[in-house]
Structure formats: C-alpha cells, structure tokens
C-alpha cells in the first residue's frame, strides 16, 4: 500500500475543503476561516486519513505562566509590555504621524 501525504485547507465554519489557501469561503463566504491540515491518502483504495489535525483553541483554554523579563530602560515601555521584553519574543513598535 503506497502512501502519500498532502496538506489541504479546511473552513473552520463549514469544512468546505481546498487545495489552496482562500481569503474567502465559496460554501460559506466567511472570511480567513481556513486552517492548513495534513491528510494522509492510501492510494489503494482511496480512502482519506486524517495524519494531524490543527484544531483551533479558545484563548481562555490557555494557562499563562511566568517568565524572566528584560527591563528596556523605560518604565512606560515596560509597563505596557506587562514588565518587559520576553526572551524570544517579537515587539513591533509604531509611531504616529501628525498630518499638516
């Protein structure tokens, strides 16, 4: 039995499938409701597993935890980013512009 592995994109609200990425459902027409999932397919008699399965989760499932913070040198800074930088973390900073 040979096997094959593709990657296909599912809705979230309706599990319409696709083979590539879509900004909006054409069953549903929601918008960036699709997730990438990996489908495992025996080619012999054409059944379709399902390898790994990337369900989305609520936020509130997760537990936060504590972690070693870097203090930037400003306390407004520091206090917006709940203590300071997180080691491997990523902070994009903005600034505004006045229109004359």
């Given at each position: 039995?040979?096997?094959?592995?593709?990657?296909?994109?599912?809705?979230?609200?309706?599990?319409?499938?696709?083979?590539?990425?879509?900004?909006?459902?054409?069953?549903?027409?929601?918008?960036?409701?699709?997730?990438?999932q990996k489908v495992e397919k025996v080619?012999?008699?054409?059944?379709?597993?399902?390898?790994?399965?990337?369900?989305?989760?609520?936020?509130?499932?997760y537990k936060g935890q504590e972690v070693?913070?870097?203090?930037?040198?400003?306390?407004?800074?520091?206090?917006?980013?709940?203590?300071?930088?997180?080691?491997?973390?990523?902070?994009?900073?903005?600034?505004?512009?006045?229109?004359?």
């Open positions: 039995m040979a096997k094959a592995s593709k990657i296909i994109f599912v809705c979230n609200e309706c599990g319409y499938e696709s083979a590539k990425w879509m900004g909006k459902c054409p069953a549903c027409n929601s918008w960036n409701t699709f997730f990438e080619t012999e008699n054409g059944i379709k597993k399902i390898k790994e399965r990337n369900e989305p989760k609520a936020l509130n499932s070693a913070r870097t203090s930037t040198g400003f306390d407004e800074l520091d206090r917006v980013l709940g203590g300071g930088i997180v080691k491997g973390s990523l902070i994009l900073l903005g600034r505004r512009t006045r229109n004359r």
